[in-house]
């Protein structure tokens, strides 16, 4: 569409890296061994690679038909990296209106939505921006403050649960600021207006 040359990787496997090839991944396999475009399948990897992969990617698509929680989507959105995703209920409370969204069975629209990120670099950068201030409707404290609206919790003893021990990877409280990896990515057309 755009004549810019692009290389598509699939990330994970439906096995959660515990072995073997479901049907999906055959079917996908074979659906694109037929095109010109270069597609690498990589195996379900650990959190830190996952990172490394989205902070390295121009775009992220999710045309998955069931989604509840869809964490691929609000990881992409917390690296500020543009979403193009599927038009079901899970992906549209997630992404609001910071992602681009299509129906997961129309590849000319997700095509056509992903060749709108790669051609104008101030979309790109306003989708950029949105997805990233999205993801902090999702963060960790954020999650706690609207628990803690529920009624039932009004006059819960916190101090009767033990806390739990923080993850090693949670370096802090969420940052307002757009992270390091994706702060060459947050404005590619600079801030000067022309």
């Known amino acids: 569409m755009t004549g810019i040359p692009v290389r598509v990787q699939v990330v994970g496997d439906s096995w959660y890296g515990l072995g073997g090839q479901s049907p999906y991944e055959g079917w996908l396999r074979d659906q694109c061994s037929t095109i010109d475009t270069p597609v690498d399948f990589i195996p379900f990897v650990d959190r830190v690679a996952v990172a ?4 390295s990617s121009s775009a992220a698509c999710l045309p998955s038909t069931t989604e509840t929680l869809p964490t691929a989507v609000l990881e992409a959105m917390a690296s500020a990296l543009p979403v193009v995703c599927s038009d079901i209920p ?8 910071a ?3 299509c129906p997961a069975d129309d590849i000319e629209a997700l095509a056509a939505a992903l060749a709108s990120l790669a051609e ?3 979309v790109w950068a306003d989708r950029s921006r949105a997805v990233w201030e999205r993801s902090a409707l999702f963060s ?3 999650a706690s403050r609207a628990i803690a609206r529920f009624p039932s919790w009004r ?3 916190s101090s009767a649960v033990p806390k739990p021990a923080r993850c090693p990877s949670q ?3 969420r940052a ?11 404005d590619p057309v600079g801030t000067t207006s022309s």
């Open 176 to 186: 307002s600021a757009v992270p390091e990896q994706a702060r060459h990515r947050a």
């Open 99 to 101: 992602v681009i969204v």
């Open 90 to 97: 899970g992906m549209l409370e997630a992404g609001g209106g």
């Open 140 to 142: 960790w404290d954020e």
């Open 52 to 55: 490394k992969i989205l902070a």
């Open 155 to 157: 006059g819960f003893r």
């Open 120 to 122: 104008d670099a101030r």
């Open 171 to 173: 370096r802090g409280p």
